[in-house]
C-alpha cells in the first residue's frame, strides 16, 4: 500500500509540470538511443568489413611492398613490387601450392558516357586470374582474356554500381566509354557484391594491366600481387613459396629484412575486427557521455523540484511523516524519469537502427539495448539520491518556515 501511494505520489509530481519532465525525460532518451545507435553503427560497420573480406575468398593471399617486421629497412632501399615478380611466382615449377597470380595496379579516373560522368571508385589494371583470385564474377558478358593483355586491347569490366550510374537500364556491353580520355569498349558486368561503410567493391572498372599501365600508371612498380592458393589449406605452403620465390627475386639472403609483406583473409580479417571493436568503443564512449549528461539535469531537475516543495515536505513531516517515505518519493520520482526516458530512448535506438547512416547499416547488438537501459536506470536513482536526500534531511521547522 505503501509502495503504492510512493508510486502515486511521484507520477503526480511528475505531471504537475509536464513540461519541465518531458524535457528532462529528454535527455535521458537521447542519451539512450545514442548509446543503441552508435554501438550498432559500430557493429554494422565491423559485420560489412568482415562480409567483404571473407567474400574475396578463402584461399587468397596479398602481396604488399614494405617491411613485415617494422620497417627495419630503409624506405630508399624497398624495392618495388613488379610485374616481373608476378611473373616469377606464376613459372616457379615448385610452387605447387600456388594456383594463379594477379599482378594489380590501381588509380583513379573519370567515365564518360554520352552526356553522363561519374568518377568510379577504382580502376584496376590486372590479368584475368585477378577474377578467380578476387571472386570477381560476370553477370552480363564476358571477362577480357589473356590475349586482350598481350594485345593491349582497350577493354574493360565494369562493377555493378558503376554500370548503374553510366547507363542506368542500358546495356554496356559493347557499349564504348572514355575513361580518362582513353576509350574502352565495356565486355563485361560483375555480379554485384553488395556491401555497406565507406567503400562500395562494386564500383570499379577493370581493364588490362598494360592498358592501364601505358594510359594512367606508366610500366613502373604495382600496387600489390594477388595469388590464389590450390585450396584453403595450403595457403600456408603458398605463402612460404611466395616469400622463397620473392626472396630470390629481390636478392635478399635474411628473410627477417624481406621489404615485402604477405597478408592472408585470416590475418586481414582479425586486424580489420580490432580496429572496428575499437571504434565501436570509442563510439559507445561518446554515447555514454551524453548519457552522463541526461543523469546530471535529473539531478538539476530535482534539486528544483525540492525546493519549490520544500513547505509542502515541511507539513508532511509536521504531520509525522517518516525520512523514509520523504526520501522513498524523490528517489521514485527520479526513477520514473530515468525509466520513462529510457523506455522511450530503446524504441528510438530501434527505430533508428533501421535506417543508414553514412553508408552503414547498423546492427542492433542486444547487449546494449539491456545495458543502456540499466545504466539509464541506475543513474536516474544515482543522480535523485542527492536531492531526494537534502529534502528527507529537512527539518520541518525550517521547511515550513520556507518562502
Do not use: C
Not at 159 to 168: I, R, V
Not at 215 to 224: E, I, L, P, R, Y
Not at 382 to 403: M, T
Amino acid at each position: 500500500m505503501i509502495l503504492w501511494q510512493t508510486l502515486r505520489f511521484a507520477v503526480g509530481g511528475l505531471a504537475a509540470n509536464k513540461v519541465r519532465s518531458a524535457l528532462t525525460m529528454l535527455g535521458v532518451l537521447i542519451g539512450v538511443a545514442s548509446v543503441i545507435l552508435l554501438l550498432a553503427v559500430g557493429n554494422g560497420s565491423s559485420v560489412a568489413v568482415k562480409d567483404s573480406i571473407t567474400s574475396l575468398g578463402t584461399n587468397s593471399l596479398t602481396v604488399s611492398a614494405g617491411s613485415a617486421f617494422g620497417g627495419s629497412r630503409a624506405t630508399s632501399s624497398v624495392k618495388k613490387l613488379t610485374v616481373a615478380d608476378a611473373k616469377a611466382l606464376a613459372s616457379d615449377a615448385d610452387s605447387s601450392a600456388i594456383k594463379s597470380v594477379a599482378p594489380v595496379v590501381t588509380t583513379s579516373a573519370t567515365a564518360l558516357y554520352g552526356n553522363v560522368s561519374y568518377s568510379p571508385g577504382s580502376v584496376v589494371g590486372t590479368y584475368p586470374a585477378y577474377f578467380e583470385t578476387a571472386n570477381q564474377k560476370v553477370a552480363h558478358g564476358e571477362y577480357f582474356t589473356d590475349d586482350d593483355v598481350l594485345g593491349s586491347r582497350k577493354v574493360a569490366v565494369l562493377g555493378a554500381t558503376t554500370a548503374k550510374q553510366l547507363f542506368d537500364v542500358e546495356d554496356p556491353v559493347g557499349k564504348k566509354i572514355v575513361l580518362g580520355g582513353t576509350p574502352f569498349t565495356v565486355v563485361g558486368v560483375l555480379q554485384a557484391k553488395g556491401g555497406s561503410g565507406f567503400t562500395d567493391p562494386d564500383d570499379v572498372v577493370i581493364a588490362p594491366l598494360p592498358t592501364v599501365q601505358n594510359a594512367f600508371t606508366g610500366f613502373g612498380a604495382v600496387n600489390q600481387i594477388l595469388v590464389q592458393a590450390s585450396s584453403a589449406e595450403t595457403t600456408t605452403a603458398a605463402q612460404a613459396e611466395i616469400t622463397r620465390v620473392l626472396l630470390g627475386t629481390h636478392a635478399i639472403a635474411d628473410p627477417t629484412k624481406a621489404d615485402f609483406r604477405i597478408t592472408n583473409q585470416a590475418s586481414l580479417l582479425t586486424a580489420r575486427e580490432s580496429t572496428t571493436k575499437t571504434f565501436t568503443v570509442l563510439l559507445g564512449a561518446v554515447a555514454a557521455i551524453s548519457l552522463l549528461v541526461g543523469g546530471i539535469g535529473i539531478t538539476n531537475i530535482m534539486l528544483v523540484t525540492v525546493t519549490e516543495r520544500t513547505r509542502e515536505i515541511g507539513i508532511r513531516k509536521a504531520l509525522g511523516a517518516p525520512r523514509a517515505v520523504i526520501l522513498g518519493q524523490f528517489l521514485t520520482e527520479s526513477t520514473l524519469l530515468s525509466v520513462i526516458g529510457a523506455g522511450l530512448g530503446v524504441a528510438a535506438g530501434i527505430v533508428g537502427s533501421h535506417f543508414s547512416i553514412v553508408g552503414i547499416k547498423p546492427v542492433v547488438i542486444p547487449e546494449s539495448v539491456l545495458g543502456a537501459f540499466g545504466i539509464a536506470v541506475a543513474i536516474g536513482l544515482f543522480f535523485g539520491s542527492y536531492p531526494a536526500n537534502r529534502a528527507a534531511s529537512l527539518r520541518p521547522i525550517d521547511a515550513l518556515r520556507h518562502e
